[in-house]
């Protein structure tokens, strides 16, 4: 359990920066640790996929790891309040981006009959967005 409770922590701190990124109210760290308790105690299975969750799972870039999602992103006008979260694989938070949990819900259906297609998404995706942190860092360092 104290596992969980570190990855969380790593969470919260990623919440923490952005909500204040964005001037936003930070959701209640107690009731958010009890959501993801409750989804640990119910199996621990992705709200979207279904798969099954791993505290940290070993193989890079880490499908499996519990990540925690708006379902409406804030970058679209979500908000940090408990029902817009949703504990869900970091294979999914990537491949959904800012997509409403319905659009995401759409292209997981359509995907079922080749649900390897969603796992070349995701390496897409996620090296993309590796690309993108180096060109900002690269752009820090140039200025």
């Known amino acids: 359990m104290n596992d969980l409770r570190e990855r969380f922590e790593l969470r919260w701190q990623t919440i923490l920066k952005k909500s204040a ?4 109210l930070l959701p209640n760290k107690e009731i ?3 959501k993801i308790l409750l989804s ?5 299975k992705c709200e979207y996929c279904g798969k099954q969750l791993l505290i940290k799972d070993p193989d890079f870039p880490y499908p499996r790891s519990f990540s ?5 992103s804030i ?5 940090n309040k408990i029902e817009n979260f949703a504990v869900i694989c ?5 491949t959904k981006g800012t997509m409403t949990e319905k659009t995401f819900r759409s292209l997981l259906q359509a995907l ?3 649900p390897d297609i969603l796992d070349h998404v995701f390496e897409e995706m996620w090296r993309g967005r ?3 942190k180096l060109e900002r860092e690269n752009g820090k360092e140039g200025k």
């Open 21 to 24: 990124k964005l001037g936003l």
């Open 32 to 34: 958010l640790w009890k």
């Open 40 to 44: 640990f105690d119910n199996g621990f």
């Open 68 to 72: 925690l999602d708006h379902r409406i």
């Open 75 to 79: 970058d679209i006008g979500g908000d």
């Open 90 to 94: 970091h294979r999914c938070n990537i």
């Open 112 to 114: 079922s009959k080749n």
């Open 130 to 132: 590796l690309a993108n």
